[in-house]
């Protein structure tokens, strides 16, 4: 079993950063893929961005590359998403989810875990 508990957003200037946090618990954090979705008011959930096990191997939504980054440190059981250059419509409550691999991950299938969410809005 995993839990999920996102950290890091609030309220940011367009061109701004944030920094999310998500923390696992459980001792299987390392063999799952890693995965950012956001979903904005009136809107179904999209996938951002995915990372592998390891780290090495990472996935981006159009929409947020080169803007954003995701990355793991599996012994503090986290993983993060670096947001810069932030737009109004980047606004949206941001899930992290657990997935056996990357590809399930990118396509939203097989998601284990799912953390609360976290709200980050972007002012224009």
């Known amino acids: 079993q995993v839990q999920l508990v996102e950290s890091g957003g609030g309220l940011v200037q367009a061109g701004g950063s944030l920094r999310l946090s998500c923390a696992a618990s459980g001792r299987t954090f390392s063999s799952y893929a890693m995965g950012w979705f956001r979903q904005a008011p009136g809107k179904e959930r999209e996938f951002v961005a995915a990372?592998?096990?390891?780290?090495?191997?990472?996935y981006y939504a159009d929409s947020v590359k080169g803007r954003f980054t995701i990355s793991r440190d599996n012994a503090k059981n986290t993983v993060y998403l670096q947001m810069n250059s932030l737009k109004p419509e980047d606004t949206a409550v941001y899930f992290c989810a657990a997935a056996p691999s990357p590809a399930q991950v990118v396509g939203v299938r097989n998601i284990r875990y799912w953390g609360q969410g976290t709200q980050v809005t972007v002012s224009s």
């Open positions: 990372s592998s096990w390891s780290g090495g191997n990472t």
